[in-house]
């Protein structure tokens, strides 16, 4: 409904159907009753987004096997809940149907807990949801499902593999959320001059250009994070290159969020990845157990962790596991962006007592 009002206010005319890009610029549109209409463009962009990944030994079954979507609406808590996929999805919604009451099993395919961020703090996240009772099974590759019983008694047994061998649990709902992919099938004819790569997104360069003159992609669609926010600033910089703009997003700067309790948060270089390049760092951390603002709240648990450049002191990347953690990042996201040294956040004056104080003794 909003997005409606906002077409209305800014006079732009939506065209409900499936879209395909054909060449010379040319849209072809199919609607609901398979009529197909065409549109020409001067530019176009494409924002088709993403969908869910299916695995072939675990296909969706009605309300019992389950995407992301349909782990929205259950409309009981699920006694047993399995999740396969121990990513940000996974971790999200298992969290959430666990603080509902349920038990959770996620079982992850990888040896690494969250191989995206930064090491200690995917420890130290571990460790957190394991004392909530998340049970987190890395190295475990799902085989095979099978639903079992009828109506209400409906059960789903999935058989899995692991360095032990082969089991088998049992469990009222399973949510397959193993990744995203984008939704680029049927999306381009083939002489329409856009390429895709070979994982299906859409090439592009910095400036979201595809290989096709005036014809832009966004969003989930091409390389980079499956974000709403980095989608959204790309669309931005896109209709404003159109509007003869020189804008441009910084593509290191972009900050990255995991909705559980606490949240993670983190932006910018990790530790591993500053090893890997061989660059010089120096750490700092402060723990939530310490902030009189955390203790009020009684949300101890967490830390934060900043990375400098050793020689020039200019900061590299923040990574927060705790309350506020999405709230609290954004601050570093600001200090990246204008070139800031961790002496500048230390010399700079927090109010106390107040959450963001973690992020200032972490910079001292």
């Not at 961020?117 to 949801?129: P, Q, Y």
């Not at 900061?315 to 800031?340: K, R, Y």
């Amino acid at each position: 409904g909003g997005i409606a009002g906002l077409f209305k206010a800014n006079g732009v005319t939506p065209i409900v159907g499936t879209g395909k890009l054909l060449a010379g610029k040319q849209v072809e549109v199919t609607n609901a009753t398979g009529e197909k209409s065409l549109l020409q463009a001067d530019k176009v962009i494409i924002a088709a987004g993403s969908v869910p990944v299916d695995i072939p030994p675990a296909p969706l079954v009605d309300d019992i096997v389950v995407d992301s979507t349909g782990a929205l609406e259950f409309t009981a808590v699920p006694q047993r809940l399995g999740v396969i996929g121990a990513g940000v999805i996974g971790l999200e919604l298992g969290s959430v149907w666990s603080r509902l009451g349920a038990k959770v099993t996620v079982l992850e395919a990888l040896d690494d807990f969250l191989p995206a961020a930064d090491e200690s703090i995917a420890k130290e996240a571990k460790k957190i949801f394991k004392k909530q009772g998340l049970d987190i099974r890395l190295g475990t590759r799902v085989t095979g499902t099978e639903i079992s019983g009828k109506g209400a008694k409906r059960e789903v047994i999935v058989e899995y593999s692991d360095a032990k061998g082969s089991h088998k649990d049992v469990f009222d709902k399973l949510i397959v959320c193993v990744g995203r992919r984008p939704l680029s099938e049927n999306l381009l004819a083939a002489d329409c001059g856009v390429n895709l790569d070979e994982r299906g997104f859409v090439f592009v360069n910095e400036q979201c250009e595809t290989d096709a003159r005036d014809v832009y992609a966004v969003g989930d669609v091409v390389r980079g994070p499956m974000l709403a926010h980095k989608g959204s600033e790309e669309g931005v910089m896109v209709a404003e290159r159109i509007a003869g703009k020189q804008t441009q997003i910084n593509y290191d700067n972009i900050p990255s969020v995991i909705y559980t309790h606490p949240e993670i948060a983190w932006v910018g270089k990790t530790e591993q990845d500053l090893k890997a390049q061989g660059q010089a760092y120096k750490i700092g951390s402060f723990p939530f157990a310490a902030s009189g603002r955390a203790l009020a709240a009684n949300e101890t648990t967490g830390m934060v962790k900043l990375i400098a450049d050793e020689e020039t002191d200019r900061v590299l990347g923040c990574q927060i596991i705790g309350p506020s953690a999405a709230d609290l990042v954004q601050q570093i996201v600001v200090a990246i962006e204008f070139g800031a040294s961790a002496e500048d956040l230390a010399l700079t004056v927090y109010s106390h007592p107040t959450l963001s104080e973690a992020v200032h003794e972490a910079a001292l």
